[in-house]
């Protein structure tokens, strides 16, 4: 091992013949041969060592001082040797041929703060544990001194401009977080592998095509977000991070999983609803902590049979794939509790053994091509007394042509029952829901009601508002029981808007579109074309109709408003240029996204005069 020892001198001007620079005292390297006592006054020498090489010494250059002419032996001359500076601000020896970051440096002009305050917060961060946070202030390159602070562990550069990441981010071996969210990166460098200590790295909101197999080096990584990309592939190295718990890649272009996935083992949330996948690999049954896995719309057609031995799984979402059967033993997964399987058109049956699953509370299966005899069969077995199960079935989500073609008999709900206002089944752990297909709804009139609410989901890709619009019918349906008999207009209100109910269409975007594309689709005016149609088909069949949607939803409430009487928008994202939850598309596609969106808002209130409500957050994004 070599190592180089430094000693500070006394004077300063008999260091070296160059001035040091500010706030910085010079310091000579021990020669090889001893120094004249003659020649200058030392104390007792203060030594630091450093072994070549060592951890964090990677592109850690030392400048260098003029060689001398011979040693006092009268040997070789010996190499010249680095010369160090004392930094009495950092309290800590200093590289003087390292970067330093200028008031004028390019990459600070036309930030949304102050080159200074950049600049501040690069010296503040310096250090051990060191946090740097230069995200959502404009950058398009990265100030090269944030690469030499290696004692770094938590640098957020999220919603910016940044289109590259040198391969220097790889000196940062003491980095456990690191936020690249919302930028223009195209690739990560293979330089991350050296990134040892990374523990999470949010990448969520990029154009990524690709990861470098060097993400498997990252030995400590615990949480992987890469949703919002263009990602094709996994790296096979995927199974070298032994300690991850959290994979998020929805709304990606995916269209395998690696088979290697299995050696994760740590994992225990999979994301990966909103891509192209066509299978799922056997080793996923490997990953013995995994408890929710979401592959919502892809086009799945089968599941392997090694997902059954799952003891940990909790979550399992495949709903809007193109599954043509679920494994016979899917109840063996025996901590099972939520099963959403629905709008797979080719879905024949449910496997029998979930009614022997005692974990399990909930599955949906509407718009699925259920064969009569087989559901009826697994309704019986449900429904039967006895067994391990203490808080009776598990809920069943049928849609009213499933439960009739079941020979199931339908009713109106009551006030009291669960579903109040909408239609209920004999059987009480039967949900009914009026609308199958690639977007759900339950409601209490059917087709051709007075009122409709569509309440747009958010970029998870699950229906939202459902318990909240479950909880304003019931309470609707009890006023106006309280009221019957009463006097007065608002007695008379309440009675009849119980009477009147009002239905509800549940409509999600697995494709993390925003509403305006899909799988298939660049977006734009064909996309939104379809999306309007298929919104306005249902619409058209009410006489009052109110859009709801918090986030993306909320965007959606918003775009296509001129279909709604009145829309109501929480934290809507308009410019998702500015965000870091978006699609990996086009900064031009973004722009058209907000031209659009405006444009819908204006028509309606315009045109239509519908009631627009927006609930803005303190996000950039959320304005227009």
């Known amino acids: 091992m070599t190592v180089t020892a430094t000693a500070v001198l006394s004077t300063v001007a008999a260091a070296r013949p160059d001035p040091p620079r500010r706030g910085a005292t010079a310091v000579a390297r021990h020669r090889h041969a001893p120094m004249k006592p003659d020649a200058l006054s030392l104390p007792s020498p203060v030594l630091f060592a450093r072994p070549a090489g060592g951890r964090g010494s990677r592109r850690r250059q030392f400048a260098s001082a003029p060689a001398a002419a011979a040693d006092d032996g009268g040997g070789s001359t010996p190499g010249p040797d680095p010369i160090m500076l004392w930094d009495d601000g950092r309290r800590q020896f200093v590289n003087p041929g390292e970067p330093s970051t200028r008031a004028d440096d390019p990459c600070l002009q036309g930030l949304a703060i102050a080159p200074h305050e950049v600049i501040a917060r690069i010296n503040q961060a310096r250090g051990k544990g060191g946090r740097l946070d230069l995200s959502g202030i404009g950058l398009v390159t990265v100030p090269p001194e944030v690469w030499t602070l290696v004692d770094l562990k938590d640098l957020q550069l999220s919603n910016n401009r940044i289109t590259c990441i040198p391969d220097e981010l790889g000196d940062l071996v003491e980095l456990e977080r690191l936020g690249l969210a919302g930028n223009r990166l195209r690739t990560l460098p293979a330089g991350i592998g ?44 995927i199974s070298e991070l032994k300690y991850i718990e959290e994979l998020s890649v ?132 449900m429904a039967a007394p006895g067994g391990a199960r203490r808080n009776g079935p598990a809920t069943l989500g049928l849609d009213v042509g499933q439960v009739a073609a079941a020979g199931l008999k339908v009713r109106a709900a009551q006030v009291g029952e669960d579903a109040a206002g909408a239609l209920a089944c004999d059987h009480n752990f039967v949900t009914v829901s009026e609308m199958g297909g690639g977007v759900l709804g339950s409601g209490s009139n059917g087709s051709g009601g007075v009122r409709v609410i569509i309440a747009f989901g958010s970029a998870p890709g699950l229906p939202n508002w459902g318990g909240l619009l479950k909880n304003l019918r019931k309470d609707i349906i009890a006023r106006g029981k309280n009221n019957e008999g009463g006097a007065g207009a608002g007695a008379a209100a309440a009675v009849a808007a119980a009477a009147a ?45 109110l859009h709801l949607g918090d986030s993306m939803g909320a965007s959606a409430a918003l775009l296509y408003a001129d279909l ?55 996000w950039e994004h959320d304005l227009a």
């Open 194 to 237: 050296g990134c040892r200590s990374l523990e999470r790295l949010w990448a969520h909101g990029n154009l990524l095509g690709t990861l470098p197999d060097s993400i498997g080096d990252c030995g400590h990584l615990r949480t992987l977000m890469l949703a919002g990309n263009r990602l094709r592939a996994l790296p096979n190295t």
């Open 250 to 381: 929805p709304g990606n272009e995916l269209t395998a999983l690696p088979e290697t996935i299995g050696g994760a083992a740590m994992l225990r949330v999979i994301d990966i609803h909103g891509n192209r996948l066509r299978s799922l690999p056997a080793s996923v049954g490997s990953l013995r902590a995994l408890e929710e896995l979401s592959a919502q719309g892809n086009e799945l057609r089968m599941l392997p049979d090694e997902i059954c031995g799952m003891r940990r799984l909790r979550r399992l979402n495949v709903a809007e794939n193109n599954l043509e059967a679920l494994p016979a033993k899917l109840g063996d997964a025996m901590m099972l509790t939520t099963l959403w399987c629905y709008s797979n058109p080719h879905l024949a049956s449910l496997p029998e053994s979930l009614a022997k699953n005692v974990s399990l509370k909930a599955v949906w299966a509407e718009g699925c091509a259920l064969d009569a005899d087989a559901l009826a069969t697994l309704v019986r077995a």
């Open 501 to 545: 109910g009002f239905d509800i269409l549940y409509v999600t975007d697995t494709t993390r579109s925003w509403y305006h594309g899909g799988a298939n689709m660049s977006g734009g005016e064909p996309a939104e074309t379809h999306w309007r149609g298929a919104i306005a088909e249902v619409a058209s069949q009410y006489m009052r109709v």
């Open 564 to 618: 709604a009487d009145a829309a109501i928008a929480f934290c809507p994202q308009v410019d998702l240029v500015s965000a870091s939850i978006r699609p990996g598309r086009s900064a031009a596609w973004m722009r058209r996204y907000q031209q659009a969106l405006t444009d819908g808002v204006a028509r309606a209130v315009r045109e239509r005069g519908t009631k627009v409500e927006i609930h803005s957050g303190t």
